[in-house]
């Protein structure tokens, strides 16, 4: 569920520099080697970065659905195109299976997809920038 709170620009500043260093980390990470971590990596500093705008929007999220609730909430108040909103939702759903199935992604969706993903890293990155201002 999205409940209302304060608006936090500190805790925001400190998800946003979270996610940079996943993103720093992924960098040396062998990608075809190493696909699901490098999904779940991907997938940790996007969530890091959503919460981060949630909080900047005086939101935050809690309980059952709350990853799910908040992709369609910051695709909604950040603009994103459906086809990455339902990227997003398939991440959260790898993600997922990989902690609590084992389950191991094959390295083409990391190719097929990795220019999205840093795409809507980066923007996600400018929504917090310019909110910080």
Known sequence: ????????KGMAKSLAKMADITMERLK??????YPANTLTDYYDALHKLMEAIAL??????????AHQELIDYIAKTS????????????MREYRNR?????FNINKNYIQLN?????????KLKEAITSQLK
């Open 114 to 122: 990795e220019s999205k993903i840093t795409e809507t890293i980066l």
């Open 79 to 90: 603009k994103l195109d459906e086809q990455i909103r339902q990227l997003l939702q398939q």
């Open 28 to 33: 040396t990470t062998d990608k075809e080697k």
């Open 1 to 8: 569920m999205i409940i209302d709170t304060r608006v936090d």
């Open 98 to 102: 990989i902690h609590y199935e084992g």
């Open 56 to 65: 900047l929007h005086g939101k935050k999220t809690k309980g059952e659905g």
